[in-house]
C-alpha cells in the first residue's frame, strides 16, 4: 500500500471572484505544507494510484464528456495542483474566477469533493458566489468551506464576521448546501490558513488547513453493485466477442449472472481480460473486457449490470447550466452523451431558471449563457440512467451542439418523467403490418432534399402521380399542407427550423404507420435533422432522394423569385446564399436534374425506388 492510500486524498476546488485572494490562499497553503507541485498530468497519476486505477492515468475523474471538449481542442482552463501534508494529499482544481469561465469551474466541480468558496470579508457574499455555489451542489459537491478572508482589512471584527456567517447559513438554506463551514482567515497575513490566528482569539473552531486535513467526505458515494457501461465490441476472431469498458463500481466474478441494459437479457460471464491477462474477477475502476456465455444484444451504449437496479426512459428532468453564447430556446435538439450513450435529444421545455440572486425559480423561454435551469429533454430512443446522486457517472450528462460539435451545457439527471413511463406505445391489434397488407404495399418515406428550385416538389409531385397510378397509397408532404397547416406557428429561425423537420418526420412516421408511402418535399439543409428525421421515420422505411442540381441552375430557375430577393440581402438566411446546404453524405438515391426533363427523372426515380418497394 502506497503512503497516499494510507492517508487518503482529498480533491477540492477553489471558487472565488477576482481579487477574493484566492491564489494567495493557495499560494500560502503550498508553501506552509510540504508543497509538491505537480502539472496536471502528474495530479492525475497520483489520484490514480490512490484511487487504485491499476496505475494508469484515470482521465474519467473529469467528467467524461467535458473531457471530450479537451480534446476537441478547446482549451479549459483549469490548473491542477497537487500537495501533500503529514496527514493527507490533495489535489486542488483552480479555475479563474472570472463570470466568463464558468465553464471551466463546472469542469473543475465535478472532479472535486469539496469546495473552498472564498469571499471578501468587506464585500460579502455576491453575485458569483451564489452561481458558484449552486454550480458546485450541482455537479455533485456536498461539502463546502466558506473562507471569509481579508479578515485584516476588517480590524478582524468578529461582528462583520458574525455577521457574514449568518448571511452564508441562510444561503446554504436557500441552495440546499450540505455540510457548511465557515472560517474566518486572511491569505495575505496568513491568519487561520495553515495556523490558528493569534488576532481571532474568538474564533475557537478548526483552521482551513486543519479542516482539509480532517474533513471526512466517504459518506458521498451511493454507488451500489456493478456498472459496465459498454465503450467497445471487440471481435478479434469470429469465436470471441467481448465487451470493453471501465468498471464504473462494483465487482465481478467469471461465472457471476449479468444484465444487459436496455435489453434486459441474462448471461453468465464467460471471461474477463485486463489489460493483457485473463483473470478471473475485476474491480471498479479497471478497464475490462469481459465475454458472455450467451449471443445477446449488446453495442456501445450498453449497460451491464449486477446487483442492482438502473432506469430506461426516454424522457428525463434534467438540471443543467448553460454554457453556449448563443441561448437556449426550447425546441432545440441536440445530441446528448450520458456515460457511453450518444443519443440524438431535444430540450423540450425549460421548466424555469434559478434566479441567481434570489434563488427563485423564474418561468423562462429562453436561456442565456452561465444560467441554470430545468428542463425537460426527451430522447430519440431511449437511454439507460440512474439519478446521479445514486450513479453520478450514469446520472451526468452534457449536450453536444450538432452543427459545431461544441459542449453547450452539463447537467445531471434529476428524474426520468413520468409521462414517458406511462405512455407505453399502444399494442394495437391492427399493426402498421395489418394496415400495409391491407394497403397491399410496403410503407416507406420518400425524403427529398436539395436546394430550393432545385426540383423537389415538381420530382415529388410527378413521382406521386406516377405511383398513384400504379396503384399505389401515397401521400404528398410538402411547404403547402405543412407550413401553413401544423406548422403554421414556426418560422426560420433556427429552433424553428429544427422542429419543422422534427414534425415532419413524426407526421410522415404517422402516416407509414398507417401503411402509406409518403414522399416529403423541404429543403431540409442540414444532415443532422435529416439523421434525426432518419431516426424517428426508421432507417429501414427512410430513403433519402438528394435532388442534385447546381446553385447557379437553382438561381437561373428562381421559380418563385426567392434568390433575386435573397441577392438584395431581403432574406437574410437563404439557404444556398446567407445560409449552407449540407448534401447528402450518402443517399440512397441521387438524381440529377440538369439537362434531364422531369418524365426522364422520374422514370429513373421510379427504377431505384422499385427495389425498396
Ligand atoms: P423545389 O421544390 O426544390 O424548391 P420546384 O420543384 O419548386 O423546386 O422547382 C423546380 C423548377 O425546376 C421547376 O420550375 C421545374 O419545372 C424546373 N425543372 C427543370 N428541370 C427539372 C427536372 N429535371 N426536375 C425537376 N424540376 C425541373
Known amino acids: 500500500m502506497s503512503m497516499e492510500q494510507t492517508k487518503g486524498l482529498l480533491k477540492f476546488i477553489t471558487c472565488g471572484s477576482v481579487d477574493d485572494g484566492k491564489s494567495t490562499l493557495i499560494g500560502h497553503m503550498l508553501y506552509d505544507s510540504k508543497l509538491i507541485f505537480a502539472d496536471q498530468e502528474e495530479a492525475l497519476k497520483l489520484d490514480s494510484r490512490v484511487g487504485s486505477r491499476g496505475g494508469d492515468i484515470d482521465y474519467s475523474l473529469l467528467l467524461d464528456g467535458l473531457m471530450a471538449e479537451r480534446e476537441q481542442g478547446i482549451t479549459i482552463d483549469v490548473a491542477y495542483r497537487y500537495f501533500t501534508t503529514d496527514k493527507r494529499s490533495f489535489i486542488v482544481a483552480d479555475t479563474p474566477g472570472h463570470e466568463e469561465y464558468t465553464r471551466n469551474m463546472a469542469v473543475g466541480a465535478s472532479f472535486a469533493e469539496l469546495a473552498v468558496i472564498l469571499m471578501d470579508a468587506a464585500k460579502g457574499i455576491l453575485r458569483q458566489t451564489r452561481r458558484h455555489c449552486q454550480i458546485c451542489s450541482m455537479m455533485g459537491i456536498r461539502h ?3 473562507a471569509v478572508n481579508k479578515m485584516d482589512l476588517t480590524g478582524y471584527s468578529k461582528s462583520r464576521f458574525k455577521e457574514l456567517e449568518k448571511d452564508i447559513k441562510k444561503l446554504a438554506i436557500d441552495l440546499e448546501l450540505e455540510n457548511v463551514m465557515v472560517i474566518p482567515v486572511s491569505a495575505t497575513e496568513g491568519d487561520n490558513i495553515t495556523k490558528r490566528s493569534v488576532n481571532m482569539n474568538w474564533y475557537s473552531g478548526p483552521v482551513l488547513l486543519e479542516y482539509l486535513e480532517t474533513v471526512d467526505v466517504s459518506g458521498q458515494s451511493n454507488e ?15 469465436s470471441f466477442r467481448g465487451f470493453a469498458g471501465e468498471i ?9 449472472e449479468i444484465t444487459v441494459l436496455p435489453g434486459d437479457e441474462r448471461a453468465k460471464v464467460k471471461s474477463i481480460i485486463v489489460g493483457d491477462s485473463e483473470e478471473d474477477h475485476a474491480i471498479g475502476g479497471e478497464p475490462v473486457t469481459i465475454s458472455l456465455d450467451r449471443e445477446v444484444d449488446i453495442s456501445r451504449g450498453s449497460v451491464i449490470i449486477k446487483d442492482t437496479v438502473l432506469s430506461i426512459s426516454s424522457m428525463f428532468t434534467v438540471k443543467l447550466l448553460w454554457m453556449d453564447d448563443e441561448p437556449l430556446a426550447a425546441g432545440r435538439a441536440f445530441v446528448i452523451k450520458l456515460s457511453t450513450q450518444k443519443l440524438p435529444a431535444t430540450v423540450m421545455r ?7 440572486d434570489t434563488g427563485d425559480k423564474l418561468p423562462s423561454e429562453v436561456l442565456y449563457k452561465n444560467e441554470i435551469a430545468e428542463c425537460e429533454i426527451a430522447l430519440v430512443g431511449s437511454a439507460v440512467f440512474d439519478r446521479f446522486e445514486f450513479h453520478p457517472t450514469l446520472g451526468e450528462f452534457i449536450l453536444i451542439d450538432r452543427i459545431t460539435n461544441m459542449t453547450s451545457a452539463c447537467g445531471v439527471i434529476l428524474h426520468s418523467l ?3 413511463d406511462n405512455i407505453f406505445w399502444q399494442d394495437f391489434d391492427i399493426t402498421r403490418d395489418v394496415r400495409a397488407k391491407s394497403l397491399g404495399q410496403k410503407p416507406l418515406t420518400l425524403w427529398f432534399t436539395g436546394l430550393s428550385g432545385a426540383g423537389k416538389s415538381t420530382l415529388a409531385n ?10 399505389y397509397h401515397t401521400m404528398l408532404l410538402d411547404g403547402d399542407n405543412i407550413r401553413m397547416g401544423i406548422n403554421k406557428n414556426l418560422g426560420f429561425k433556427e429552433a424553428d427550423r429544427v422542429e419543422n423537420i422534427r414534425r415532419v418526420a413524426e407526421i410522415a412516421k404517422l402516416m407509414n404507420d398507417a401503411g402509406l408511402i409518403v414522399l416529403t418535399a423541404f429543403i431540409s439543409p442540414y444532415i443532422a435533422d435529416r439523421r434525426n428525421a432518419r431516426n424517428i421515420i426508421g432507417d429501414g422505411n427512410f430513403i433519402e432522394v438528394y435532388v442534385n442540381t447546381p446553385l447557379e441552375e437553382c438561381e437561373k430557375r428562381d421559380v418563385k423569385g426567392l434568390y433575386q430577393k435573397a441577392r438584395k440581402g431581403e432574406i437574410p438566411n437563404f439557404t444556398g446564399i446567407g445560409s449552407p446546404y449540407e448534401p447528402p453524405e450518402e443517399p440512397e438515391i441521387i438524381t440529377d436534374t440538369l439537362g434531364h426533363d422531369v418524365e426522364t427523372c422520374v422514370d429513373e426515380l421510379l427504377d431505384e425506388i422499385r427495389k425498396y418497394l
Open 418 to 420: 413520468r409521462r414517458s
Open 144 to 146: 463546502f468551506v466558506f
Open 248 to 256: 464504473e463500481c462494483g465487482g465481478i466474478r467469471v461465472g457471476d
Open 462 to 471: 410527378a413521382l406521386e402521380k406516377r405511383l398513384y397510378s400504379l396503384g
Open 350 to 356: 425549460i421548466k424555469y431558471k434559478l434566479d441567481i
Open 224 to 238: 451500489e453493485g456493478f456498472v459496465l457501461p459498454v465503450q467497445r465490441v471487440t471481435r478479434p476472431d469470429a
